[in-house]
């Protein structure tokens, strides 16, 4: 489907061109480039469907330039499919223009869970070589190719997955769940995993995790690659296709979305397979949201703590998880809620892209910083792992003295 952009023209082309995408669009208000905004990556997506520009290595890179972040998607009167279109369009522009080495490599990386699980003590023995501790985590000594202001977090000796049982059974239990990790979760913040696991036993839920899984494959979708993000997708429906689960359990927009929506799309070539991607669609939750559906497991721990929370673009405005992780963190006694006055605002980190444009990322991600520091909150929670890195990276860069968590470990913190 993403492989072909003739699949899209009919999309392409219900784009009346209005302009509202500018208004809204966090690339568009730090650039003022029409190329950076959802109207003008469609017309050059038209201009390539009618054999006007090439796919060269500047459309390519151009067609990069956009954090996904489905600001312009809800904006759009027309109801173009913007976020869909521009990664077809990167599809179409990577098969001519190419990618860069560094994001090849990431791809590469993405692509093969072994070289990620051989690679995580590794990468854990050059940051303490190569970056010095500061603050939370470690800032780079040198270049390297990354944001020397910014902190980034101490990497895990051993990735999530390489330490929890494949199944965590729970006496009684009511429920049996499938909790897909996600890189982040396993590779970066384990805790953010041991919490999910916590949280599910607490409603007592028989939580199965398969040593299998690897990254959902979205970075690589988006990135230009749909051939591999399907093959990831039909390994992941492969394995989690036959547990017999009630629910398929994420910590991650993002992967919610893969497997809600990307899945079924990219596997529309095999319909068994694709019956079985919807099927699991339908069980699929953030965390977040099943807390919310579930019974309350009882009395929790008071957190006498002052609270904000980001809603990542890809769980608010992709999943539609608003109110749940909001609802949830105030039913925790003792804690003081304050709201950001834009909690929807994209912080700019959309997985790979801070890497890779550190400083319009970091531009993109100001307004969201002055927001939560003028919120007066000493802990920001949020439901991404990527928008966490971000913010934390960036906040802590700043000397600010709270602490940013994901929503899970904040509750898990509450469980008895
Ligand atoms: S808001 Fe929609 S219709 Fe208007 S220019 Fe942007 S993509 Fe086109
Ligand atoms: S997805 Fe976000 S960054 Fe990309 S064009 Fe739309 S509003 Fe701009």
Same mark, same amino acid.
């Given at each position: 489907?993403?492989?072909?952009? /003739? /699949?899209?023209?009919?999309?392409? /082309?219900?784009?009346?061109?209005?302009? =509202?995408?500018q208004a809204v669009c966090p690339v568009y208000r730090v650039t003022r480039?029409?190329?950076?905004?959802?109207?003008?990556?469609?017309?050059?997506?038209?201009?390539?469907?009618?054999?006007? %520009?090439?796919?060269?290595?500047?459309?390519s890179a151009l067609s990069q330039r956009c954090l996904l972040c489905q600001a312009c998607l809800d904006a759009c009167p027309s109801g173009v499919s913007t976020c =869909?279109?521009?990664?077809?369009?990167?599809?179409q522009a990577v098969k001519g223009g190419g990618l860069t080495l560094a994001k090849r490599m990431l791809l590469a990386g993405l692509a093969r869970k072994p070289l990620l699980d051989h690679g995580l003590p590794v990468a854990r023995k050059a940051q303490q070589v190569a970056f010095r501790p500061s603050g939370p985590g470690y800032r780079p000594r040198f270049p390297l190719g990354l944001d020397l202001r910014r902190i980034y977090p101490p990497l895990p000796a051993r990735s999530?997955?390489?330490?929890?049982?494949?199944?965590?059974?729970?006496?009684?239990?009511? %429920?049996?769940?499938?909790?897909?990790?996600?890189?982040?979760? /396993?590779?970066?913040?384990?805790?953010?995993?041991?919490?999910?696991?916590?949280?599910?036993?607490?409603?007592?839920?028989?939580?199965v995790i398969p040593g299998e899984q690897h990254c959902c494959g979205y970075p690589v979708l988006a990135l230009g690659d749909p051939v591999t993000a399907r093959a990831m997708a039909a390994s992941h429906v492969r394995l989690f296709g036959s547990l017999g689960v009630d629910y398929l359990v994420t910590a991650c927009g993002t992967c919610?979305?893969?497997?809600?929506?990307?899945?079924?799309?990219? %596997?529309?070539?095999?319909?068994?397979?694709?019956?079985?991607?919807?099927?699991?669609?339908?069980?699929?939750?953030?965390?977040?949201?099943?807390?919310?559906?579930?019974?309350?497991?009882?009395e929790m721990l008071p957190l006498s703590r002052r609270v904000t929370y980001h809603q990542a673009c890809h769980l608010g405005r992709g999943m539609r998880v608003g109110g749940a992780p909001v609802d949830?963190?105030?039913?925790?006694?003792?804690?003081?809620?304050?709201?950001?006055?834009?909690?929807?605002?994209?912080?700019?980190?959309?997985?790979?892209?801070?890497?890779?444009?550190?400083?319009l990322s970091r531009e993109i991600a100001a307004p969201k910083l002055a927001d939560i520091r003028n919120s007066g909150a000493e802990v920001l929670v949020t439901g991404c792992g990527a928008c966490r890195n971000q913010l934390e990276g960036l906040l802590a860069a700043e000397d600010w003295p709270g602490r940013v968590m994901h929503t899970a470990e904040l509750l898990a913190l509450a469980t008895p």
């Amino acid at each position: 489907m993403y492989d072909h952009l /003739n /699949n899209f023209a009919a999309d392409i /082309n219900k784009c009346m061109r209005c302009g =509202n995408c500018q208004a809204v669009c966090p690339v568009y208000r730090v650039t003022r480039a029409e190329a950076d905004v959802a109207r003008g990556k469609l017309q050059l997506g038209r201009a390539l469907l009618e054999g006007r %520009l090439a796919p060269t290595p500047r459309l390519s890179a151009l067609s990069q330039r956009c954090l996904l972040c489905q600001a312009c998607l809800d904006a759009c009167p027309s109801g173009v499919s913007t976020c =869909n279109d521009i990664m077809a369009l990167r599809a179409q522009a990577v098969k001519g223009g190419g990618l860069t080495l560094a994001k090849r490599m990431l791809l590469a990386g993405l692509a093969r869970k072994p070289l990620l699980d051989h690679g995580l003590p590794v990468a854990r023995k050059a940051q303490q070589v190569a970056f010095r501790p500061s603050g939370p985590g470690y800032r780079p000594r040198f270049p390297l190719g990354l944001d020397l202001r910014r902190i980034y977090p101490p990497l895990p000796a051993r990735s999530f997955l390489a330490t929890v049982r494949e199944r965590v059974p729970r006496p009684r239990a009511e %429920l049996r769940v499938a909790f897909f990790v996600g890189c982040m979760a /396993n590779y970066v913040y384990p805790g953010t995993g041991e919490a999910v696991v916590k949280l599910l036993g607490s409603r007592r839920a028989d939580v199965v995790i398969p040593g299998e899984q690897h990254c959902c494959g979205y970075p690589v979708l988006a990135l230009g690659d749909p051939v591999t993000a399907r093959a990831m997708a039909a390994s992941h429906v492969r394995l989690f296709g036959s547990l017999g689960v009630d629910y398929l359990v994420t910590a991650c927009g993002t992967c919610g979305e893969s497997w809600r929506d990307h899945y079924p799309e990219l %596997l529309r070539d095999d319909p068994e397979l694709q019956a079985r991607a919807l099927a699991l669609a339908g069980k699929v939750r953030d965390i977040s949201s099943l807390l919310g559906e579930l019974p309350s497991p009882g009395e929790m721990l008071p957190l006498s703590r002052r609270v904000t929370y980001h809603q990542a673009c890809h769980l608010g405005r992709g999943m539609r998880v608003g109110g749940a992780p909001v609802d949830l963190v105030k039913a925790v006694p003792g804690i003081d809620f304050v709201p950001l006055a834009d909690p929807g605002r994209c912080c700019g980190g959309a997985g790979s892209f801070q890497l890779f444009y550190p400083e319009l990322s970091r531009e993109i991600a100001a307004p969201k910083l002055a927001d939560i520091r003028n919120s007066g909150a000493e802990v920001l929670v949020t439901g991404c792992g990527a928008c966490r890195n971000q913010l934390e990276g960036l906040l802590a860069a700043e000397d600010w003295p709270g602490r940013v968590m994901h929503t899970a470990e904040l509750l898990a913190l509450a469980t008895p």
